[in-house]
């Protein structure tokens, strides 16, 4: 089916434009205040015709959510992302991270690639499809979605659960497309597209520690510190069992085929060998790279530490905290208590404080993925798309326990230092990446929506 041409510079100026705009008005959570920006959103949007909705959760806080409708043959298909961003450390800048700045190839500000980027290019989409197809008569086999969310950054009591509790039919779809992947950019060129399936589930664990209290001048036994300090050392020598889950053995499958180190490689594809030895030798190389050792085992991380007031008081009690991220479908009471049994001292209280949402893996079988993939392609034959198990946590495991088959991928091709300016200093988005982003996600939609596309 032949579409009209899109000016991809042009695209590129606008998208960057409203990014710029976006980071602009201020939604660092806490305390949030996503709502002048939902309406911003509903603004443009509605102002091209687009049906329009701005929900208020709470006071200062809003969601936007736009809806293009197709024919019905097929079931929605959501694109989302959250309007809220992380605090900053303004000394630590070098530009006005609210100024939305343009400089050097790149849009600087908070929130230039988590998520008003991705923001930014659903926004795009969502004005292409209008302009390009939906204006030029071609019917939409199903409808698309868009929603702007609140709240994600502090556990999203306002955001995607909110909706989905109070208004399911606006988001309700067969398929949806959300930030949590990522195109890694190696030695200077776009590798590989980690396309999100699936997530480790967030827990918090504490490990507490109660014994005698008195003057320091007299040492006791029972010291509740020393004892919480021999859990702690304990806890954190421990290691999970390696589990080589459906998406990672997709996953190493099809990246030792392209991946540059060859020792790397063929780790990678030795460990999805039947061979029991190459396999065990497999482990011990990717295991010893903390990334991927992230991705092979529930993990556990000693976050928080406190017990004591002053120098010269033996405390009653002592406290650690732990952040356990288990693969899915392994039970992080099954690993509390195998803590507690390692440990094993009556003095020491180990406690599941909070548990996060385990979900079922979307397929990375399905149209949706292969629609992904084909995209990412299209733009550069060069980048393989692979399944992928994010160690961070997203809001698309609400919408896959939900029951809406989920793929994350951030789109923007990024070299190692502009990925660690997320959630750090001088977060940029370089404009290649931007306009990269911008087509992707423009071509993704439409191959999903577009009949005999």
Avoid at 88 to 103: E, H, L
Avoid at 155 to 175: K, S, T
Avoid at 321 to 343: E, F, H, Q, W
Avoid at 380 to 392: A, N, Q, R
Wanted: aromatic share 6%; net charge negative.
């Amino acid at each position: 089916m032949t579409l009209p041409a899109i000016d991809w510079s042009a695209t590129l100026d606008e998208t960057a434009a409203h990014l710029s705009r976006m980071i602009q008005i201020d939604t660092t959570n806490p305390p949030g205040g996503e709502l002048p920006l939902a309406v911003y959103l509903e603004s443009v949007l509605s102002g091209e015709g687009i049906e329009t909705h701005v929900l208020r959760p709470t006071t200062g806080r809003g969601a936007t959510i736009a809806r293009i409708r197709g024919t019905g043959r097929a079931q929605p298909i959501l694109i989302t992302a959250h309007l809220d961003v992380v605090s900053v450390q303004r000394d630590a800048w070098s530009v006005d991270p609210f100024g939305g700045v343009i400089t050097g190839g790149y849009v600087y500000g908070r929130g230039a690639i988590d998520d008003k980027g991705m923001l930014a290019t659903e926004l795009m989409a969502m004005l292409l499809l209008k302009r390009h197809v939906v204006d030029q008569r071609v019917s939409l086999e199903r409808d698309v979605i868009f929603a702007a969310t609140a709240d994600e950054e502090t556990g999203g009591l306002h955001g995607l659960g909110w909706i989905i509790d109070h208004h399911p039919e606006l988001i309700r779809a067969e398929y949806a497309l959300n930030e949590g992947g990522r195109i890694r950019v190696v030695d200077g060129k776009p590798l590989y597209a980690a396309v999100q399936t699936t997530e480790k589930v967030p827990h918090s664990v504490s490990v507490r520690a109660r014994g005698p209290g008195g003057h320091a001048s007299i040492p006791l036994p029972g010291n509740a510190v020393a004892h919480l300090a021999r859990a702690v050392a304990c806890i954190a020598s421990h290691e999970e069992p390696v589990q080589l889950l459906p998406t990672t053995r997709e996953f190493f499958s099809r990246l030792s085929v392209v991946w540059p180190e060859a020792e790397v490689a063929r780790a990678m594809a030795d460990i999805v060998s039947d061979d029991a030895e190459r396999a065990r030798r497999a482990r011990a190389t990717l295991c010893a790279l903390p990334m991927y050792n992230a991705v092979l085992r529930s993990g556990i991380s000693p976050t928080v530490i406190a017990g004591g007031k002053q120098s010269n008081v033996i405390p009653t009690e002592a406290v650690a905290y732990l952040n356990i991220r288990t693969l899915p479908g392994d039970s992080i009471d099954a690993l509390v208590g195998r803590l507690r049994g390692l440990v094993n001292d009556p003095a020491v209280e180990i406690t599941l404080e909070s548990r996060g949402t385990d979900a079922p893996a979307s397929d990375h079988e399905s149209p949706m993925f292969d629609a992904i993939a084909k995209s990412v392609s299209g733009i550069d034959e060069k980048i393989v798309s692979v399944p992928y198990l994010s160690t961070g946590a997203t809001e698309s495991a609400r919408l896959r326990a939900w029951g809406v088959q989920t793929f994350g991928l951030l789109p923007f091709p990024l070299d190692a230092d502009d990925e660690s300016r997320m959630h750090g200093h001088d977060e940029r988005v370089p404009l290649a990446s931007l306009e990269f982003g911008a087509r992707v996600v423009f071509d993704i939609v439409r191959r999903m929506s577009v009949q005999a596309f």
